[in-house]
């Protein structure tokens, strides 16, 4: 018995061994074979991106026929490549393997690829959507608004968006021109793209479902890594509101001084547009309204940039030196030479400011209509923050470029803005001679900050509630323009100034909404920037809670390797780490907090 029980034994120890030893050599040749085709696949996707994201700069940075034509033939090979990727993952049998990986490096790069994308459509829907978003990116990049004007000396008939007409609603103060241009820009172009985007939302939602998401907006919530994306940000939100609330009865109380009390109730919305905003989403167009103090000395520099000879260039520069003190990486060889920095003469392009990875080396661009002030500096820093994280991440695998989510992305380059728009670096730089240090003049740069960083957190979170809403088939076309202008109304307390209809669609009159691009990310970018320039502000020792000296809004980060190091640690990253830890790393915080933008 003994014996025979022993053989047992060691038969089973010799069995267990043996298939031990067969499971583990057959799971090292799958990780083995995972890891062959994420090489594999990585090159491709690399190739894909090179081709169709060079043909994309040359047709939006020159609205041409023929660069439409190249454009949309790109896109039309890059879906068969798509196809064709997606028919090898699915005969090797991937969807059914991948989970069962060991390395978690590997099941996340798995993850990525898991799922097909647009190229599920068959390819005459593919071309329909995509010739869909074009058409409508088109009407939006060339809409024209007919009104006669003086600008820089010249008189203008035909106003484009960028630069006339966002710099006539920052300086006319008569209600009735205003009320014309307001109209005039959503005739232009949500009206124009009403029934497209309608399409639009029916082929999206036939895409989310081909990849097994409930809707559309359940298909964009996904790159959060959330188990309830919606809740957070209501959260994060909630937490927001009572800051707007009282910087919203302030401004209210000061368009009435200015407007009169039959233009503006005491307690009911602002009228949109009036806040010297296109779409009321930052007031600091009528600063010279709001500020608090209006003696002290101005912290606006956009008049000593003109009177110093400021040029687009000039400005790039200036934003680049910043980075370089930092210890970051500057702009490369081949951005200055690609980068767009003004709207070239007789050329219709889309100005809409945005920063490229054209996928090939250090390949980065930025496409801009630059004016001459002080928020498109600011907007050079906000584009050169995604050119930076591209370079930092440029080491990783394809799958890997991009931000531990897409809020980071936003927040790298308005972090380091925080530093730049202080007094004391302004000052430090030559564009600010005197800076007084007492608490008026610390209010009144406050409230400027307030005017751009409060006041759009509504508006950053309501566009994408519409539109998951829209998605979902609660917002329907009933009342497609009715509900854009219930959330208007319920988060950002603001109205339209002449009665609206469903022949509207006034959302359609925003970029990122015609442009198919998804925008809950600037809320999360407009709260996180604050915990990423708070941890940069540590590194720096320019900030000590408590000490009104070295107070968080007066923190300037300029030439800190340190703070500069420390933010580099969490962009070399990209999206090879879910998103908490990557924060975690930064700033020693897993969560995404409204704390610091309160302190
Ligand atoms: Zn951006």
């Known amino acids: 018995m ?14 267990c061994h043996c298939m031990g030893a067969t499971i583990e050599r057959d799971a090292s040749s799958l990780e083995e074979k995972a890891r062959e ?15 169709s994201n060079l043909a994309s700069w040359n047709y939006e940075s020159n609205l041409t026929d023929s660069n439409r034509e190249a454009m949309m033939k790109e896109q039309e090979k890059a879906a068969e490549k798509s196809r064709e990727l997606w028919r090898e993952f699915v005969a090797e049998k991937w969807p059914e393997k991948w989970r069962s990986l060991q390395d978690p490096d590997l099941r996340r790069q798995f993850n990525f690829v898991s799922k097909q994308g647009a190229s599920a459509l068959t390819p005459e829907k593919l071309t329909e ?27 203008v008939c035909e106003l484009s968006l960028d630069p006339e007409l966002s710099q006539l609603l920052e300086r006319e103060k008569d209600y009735d021109t205003l009320t014309k241009l307001w109209v005039a820009w959503r005739n232009a172009t949500g009206k124009v793209v009403r029934q497209q985007y309608l399409r639009y939302v029916e082929l999206t939602n036939e895409v989310a479902k081909l990849n097994d998401f409930e809707d559309g907006g359940e298909m964009w919530r996904e790159t959060y890594e959330s188990e309830d994306f919606a809740a957070d940000v209501a959260a994060l939100w909630e937490d927001l509101r009572p800051l707007y609330l009282q910087l919203h009865a302030y401004a209210r109380r000061k368009l009435r001084e200015q407007y009169g ?6 307690k009911g919305p602002i009228p949109a547009h009036l806040t ?15 500020t608090p103090y209006p003696n002290k000395p101005s912290i606006d520099v956009t008049d000593a940039m003109k009177k110093q000879g400021y040029t687009p260039l000039k400005m790039f520069q200036l934003s680049n030196d910043f980075f370089k003190g930092l210890n970051l990486t500057e ?49 050079i820093h906000h584009e050169m923050g995604h050119i930076e994280y591209y370079e930092q991440y440029r080491h990783q695998p394809l799958l890997y470029q991009t931000g531990a989510n897409p809020g980071f992305h936003e927040a790298v380059g308005d972090s380091l803005a925080l530093s730049v728009m202080t ?68 988060f950002q307390g603001i109205k339209p100034p002449v009665k609206r209809s469903e022949e509207d669609f006034d959302a359609g009159a925003k970029y990122h909404v015609v442009a198919s691009v998804p925008y809950i990310r600037y809320f ?29 809004h007066n923190c300037d980060n300029d030439q800190s390797a340190d703070a500069g190091n420390a933010l580099a640690s969490m962009l070399k990253m990209g999206a090879s780490k879910p998103w908490p830890e990557a924060l975690e790393k930064f700033t020693g915080n897993k969560t995404i907090n409204v704390d610091v933008l309160r302190e």
């Not at 009390?261 to 005491?266: N, V, Y």
């Not at 296109?278 to 009528?286: F, Y």
């Not at 003049?441 to 509504?458: C, G, T």
Request: aromatic share 12%; with cysteine.
């Open 37 to 51: 085709y994420l090489v594999y696949r990585n090159a491709q996707e690399k190739q894909l991106a090179q081709d």
């Open 524 to 552: 999360v970018s407009y709260v996180v920037q604050f915990q990423f320039h708070k941890a940069m502000c540590e590194k720096s020792k320019q900030y000590a809670r408590g000490n009104h000296k070295q107070a968080l």
């Open 261 to 266: 009390e039959d233009k503006i109730s005491k």
């Open 331 to 379: 702009m490369s060889p081949s951005f200055w030479e690609n980068t767009i920095m003004e709207r070239p003469k007789n050329t219709e392009l889309v100005c809409h400011a945005s920063a490229w990875d054209m996928a090939s080396h250090r390949d980065f661009r930025i496409k801009m209509c630059t004016d001459v002030n002080m928020g498109d500096l600011i907007t």
């Open 423 to 490: 007094p004391k670096h302004l000052k430090k730089v030559g564009l600010l001679h005197k800076v007084d240090n007492d608490a008026h003049a610390d209010i009144n740069f406050l409230m400027k900050i307030a005017l751009s960083k409060v006041v759009f957190l509504p508006f950053g979170y309501l566009i994408d509630m519409y539109r998951w809403d829209i998605f979902s088939g609660k917002i329907t076309s009933d009342n497609l323009n009715c509900e854009w202008w219930n959330k208007r109304f319920e």
């Open 129 to 155: 959507y995509e010739g869909i978003v074009t058409d409508m990116t088109t009407t939006y990049g060339t809409a024209k608004v007919h009104h006669c004007v003086e600008l820089d000396g010249e008189e």
């Open 2 to 15: 003994m014996e025979r029980a022993t053989a047992v034994v060691l038969l089973l120890v010799f069995l």
């Open 276 to 290: 010297g905003n296109m779409w009321a989403q930052s007031w600091t167009g009528i600063e010279s309204l709001l």
